[in-house]
C-alpha cells in the first residue's frame, strides 16, 4: 500500500499531476495534470461516458463554467453553500474547523455538527493553529462561502460566480433540454466539467481543491411511473455502510446484493439503489481495489434537506475513507426553485390514457375595478388571488380574501376576486420531475486508481514500482523499443510499429534510450500495460519476422509475429482476449528483464 508521499512524488516525476504555478511559488489548491496525468484523467473520463452516458442512453451537455447571481440564488447556493472556518487571532491563518476536529477526536463528520458545537470541541481538546501552533480556544466558527464570484461585463452590474457543481448547467437549462427528449420521461442529462470551491485548507492533493472536474448524471423520472431495471443489478454484490450501523458502537459493513438491500428496505430509494449497482461495477472495471471500496450512507445531519436518500462511494486512501461519488435522490426541489425563480417552464405535461373531468377552483379578478384601486400592483394581486385558489380555495368563503404581493398585504373583496369552481376536462396535467442524481469527482477517482494500483516488487534482483493500471485507463497502452539503438533495421521497424499501433487507435511511445531494463522499468512505473521489443533474432528470422511482446505485471513475455501484433493487442485491450490466451497461443520466451 502506498502512502501519499510516495504517491505524490512519484506522480511529480514521471508527469501526472503536480502543483500549478510552481514558478511562481504555487498556489493551494491548483495542480495541473502533466502528460501521463492528463492521459490518465481523459481515459477515465471516457470510461464513464461509456457507461453513464452511451449505454444508459443519456444525452451530453457542455455548460459554461460561469453563470450569473440569479442562478445561485434559486439552487441556495448564495445562502447555504459554507464551510466552518476559524481564524488563528495569532498569525491570521485561516483554517477549516470541522477538519481540525476530526484529525484529533473520533468524530468522522464534524461538518454535520453546528458551528458552536465545534467551537466548543476545539476548546475542550485545546487544539491549536497547525500554522502557528498558538490554541484555537475561544476563537469563533463562522461560515465561509466557497464559491468564487466574479463580474461578467464591464460596469460590475451583473454579479456572477464560478459554478460550484455542473449540475446547476443541467438544472437551468431543462426546458430547451426536455423539448430534446421530447417531454418523455425519464431521460438523463450528463456532463463532465470543471467545477470551482474556494476551499478554506486544500489539502491531500488531489482529494481536496479549488479546481476540479465532476462527473454528473441528472436523472429526470416521473416518481409515480419511472422505475430503474433493478433486475440488471440485483445480483451486483456490494459492502454497504448503512446509517443504522454507523450509529452502532460495534457498527460494521452489511456485505449484501443490491437485490437483497432493497428487499430489506437498507437502500430506501430503487433508482438509487440501481446507480450503486452500476457504480460498483464501473470502479471495479477501473481499476479501484474492491478491498478498499465501500458505499456509505448519509447520517441525517449530514443529508441535504431535500434529499430522502443519499449514498456516496468511499475509496480508503492513506488509511483515510475519502468520499469520490455521491448518490442522491433530490427530489423536485432542484427544477421547483428554478421554476419559481426563472422565466420558464420547468415541467412536463404528462398526457392521461383517457381525458378526465375535474373540478377547478378559478378566480377571474375584475381589472376595471383592482387598476384604480390598487394600480401598479393590480396585476400582482390578481396572480396571488389565482395562485390562492388554486392553493386554498376556502380561502374565498367570505366577504374579503387577503393576498400577498411583493411583500406587501392586501385585501380584495371575494366579489371582485370572481371566485368560483368549475368543472373542466383535462388530457393530462403538468408535473415537476424529480431528479436522481449520481456525481463523481474525477480527480479524486483518478488518485484513487493511482494509489490502488501501486505496487513495489523485486525482478531480477532490483526493486521495482509499478502502477498495476486497468489497460482501459492506462495513459500508454504499448512502449515500443528498438533493443539497440544503433541498428536502423531494428529502430526503422520498431518507428513503423509506433505509427502503426496509433493508426490502431492504440497510445503508443517510442523509447531506444538506456539499456532495455531501464525501459522496461519507466513504462512499468507509468503503467503501460505491455512493451514491445524489437530485436535481432525477430529480424534476421529465416521465417516471419517478429517480436518480442512483455507483460508489465508478470513480465511474462511472448514472441510475436509482426503482422499479428496490432490485432493481438487490440483484442487484449478490447477484451475479446487476455494475455494468458497469448501466452498459451505463441511461444513464450525466458529473459532477465533487468538486462536484456
Known amino acids: 500500500m502506498a502512502d501519499t508521499q510516495a504517491i505524490t512524488e512519484l506522480s511529480k516525476r514521471r508527469g501526472f499531476f503536480f502543483l500549478s504555478s510552481d514558478a511562481y511559488g504555487g498556489v493551494a489548491g491548483f495542480y495541473t495534470f502533466g502528460p501521463q496525468g492528463a492521459a490518465l484523467k481523459a481515459n477515465v473520463e471516457s470510461a464513464w461516458r461509456d457507461r453513464y452516458t452511451v449505454k444508459e442512453g443519456n444525452r451530453e451537455i457542455e455548460a459554461p463554467t460561469i453563470m450569473p447571481e440569479p442562478v445561485f440564488e434559486a439552487s441556495g447556493h448564495l445562502d447555504g453553500f459554507n464551510d466552518m472556518l476559524v481564524e488563528c487571532a495569532s498569525c491570521g491563518e485561516s483554517h477549516r474547523a470541522d477538519h481540525l476536529v476530526e484529525d484529533v477526536t473520533d468524530i468522522e463528520d464534524a461538518e454535520a455538527l453546528p458551528n458552536s458545537e465545534v467551537a466548543d470541541l476545539i476548546a475542550d481538546h485545546d487544539i491549536h493553529c497547525p500554522n502557528c501552533g498558538e490554541p484555537l480556544a475561544g476563537q469563533a466558527v463562522e461560515n465561509f462561502n466557497l464559491m468564487f ?17 455542473t449540475a446547476q448547467g443541467i438544472f437551468v437549462e431543462f426546458p430547451r433540454l426536455k423539448e430534446y427528449a421530447r417531454n418523455q420521461l425519464p431521460f438523463g442529462v450528463t456532463q463532465i466539467g470543471r467545477a470551482y470551491r474556494n476551499e478554506i485548507s486544500p489539502r491531500k492533493g488531489l482529494v481536496r481543491v479549488r479546481e476540479f472536474t465532476q462527473a454528473e448524471l441528472e436523472q429526470f423520472i416521473d416518481p409515480e411511473e419511472d422505475e430503474p431495471n433493478l433486475d440488471a443489478v440485483a445480483d451486483v454484490e456490494v459492502r454497504l455502510y448503512s446509517a443504522e450501523e454507523q450509529n452502532k458502537d460495534d457498527g460494521g459493513y452489511l456485505e449484501t446484493t443490491i437485490g437483497e438491500a432493497v428487499e430489506a428496505g437498507v437502500i430506501a430509494n430503487e433508482w438509487v439503489a440501481y446507480y450503486l449497482g452500476i457504480s460498483q461495477e464501473w470502479y471495479e472495471r477501473i481499476g479501484v481495489d474492491m ?102 380555495p376556502d380561502a374565498f368563503d367570505g366577504d374579503e380574501v387577503t ?34 442524481e449520481p456525481s463523481f469527482g474525477v480527480g479524486r477517482t483518478v488518485y484513487t486508481v493511482l494509489e490502488h494500483a501501486y505496487r513495489e516488487d523485486e525482478v531480477a534482483g532490483e526493486e521495482r514500482t509499478y502502477l498495476a493500471l486497468e489497460p482501459e485507463v492506462a495513459p500508454t497502452y504499448v ?8 541498428d536502423e533495421r531494428l529502430t526503422d521497424l520498431a518507428t513503423e510499429l509506433v505509427r502503426d499501433v496509433r493508426e490502431a487507435g492504440l497510445s503508443a511511445e517510442y523509447d531506444d534510450s538506456g539499456n532495455i531494463g531501464r525501459r522496461y522499468r519507466r513504462k512499468d512505473e507509468i503503467g503501460t500495460p505491455f512493451c514491445v521489443t524489437v530485436d535481432r533474432d525477430g529480424v534476421e528470422s529465416e521465417g516471419e519476422t517478429t ?47 533487468a538486462e536484456a
Not at 464570484?149 to 457543481?165: A, C, K, V, W
Not at 511474462?556 to 487490440?570: C, G, N, Y
Open 291 to 392: 478491498d478498499r471500496f465501500r458505499f456509505r450512507q448519509h447520517l441525517a445531519g449530514e443529508r441535504a434537506h431535500y434529499a430522502s436518500d443519499c449514498w456516496d462511494a468511499e475509496s480508503e486512501l492513506g488509511g483515510d475513507w475519502v468520499e469520490i461519488a455521491g448518490f442522491a435522490y433530490r427530489g423536485d426541489y432542484d427544477l421547483s426553485k428554478h421554476g419559481e425563480y426563472g422565466d420558464d417552464d420547468f415541467t412536463v405535461f404528462k398526457q392521461y390514457d383517457e381525458p378526465k373531468t375535474v373540478e377547478r377552483a378559478v378566480v377571474d379578478p375584475d381589472m376595471s375595478t383592482l387598476g384604480p384601486e390598487f394600480g401598479g400592483a393590480a396585476a400582482d394581486i390578481a396572480d396571488a388571488l389565482r395562485d390562492l385558489a388554486a392553493r386554498d
Open 149 to 165: 464570484s466574479t463580474d461578467i461585463g464591464p460596469g460590475g452590474d451583473q454579479p456572477g460566480y464560478l459554478r460550484p457543481e
Open 479 to 486: 512502449g515500443v523499443f528498438p533493443l539497440v539503438g544503433n
Open 547 to 593: 517480436v518480442t511482446v512483455r507483460e508489465r505485471d508478470t513480465t511474462a513475455q511472448i514472441r510475436l509475429p509482426v503482422d499479428a501484433l496490432v490485432d493481438e493487442l487490440t483484442a487484449v485491450r478490447e477484451g475479446r482476449k487476455t494475455f494468458d490466451d497469448l501466452l498459451d497461443s505463441y511461444e513464450r520466451v525466458d529473459a532477465d528483464t
Open 403 to 436: 393576498v400577498d404581493a411583493d411583500g406587501e398585504t392586501y385585501t380584495v373583496s371575494t366579489e371582485v376576486a370572481d371566485f368560483r369552481v368549475e368543472e373542466q376536462t383535462e388530457s393530462g396535467e403538468h408535473i415537476t420531475p424529480h431528479v436522481v
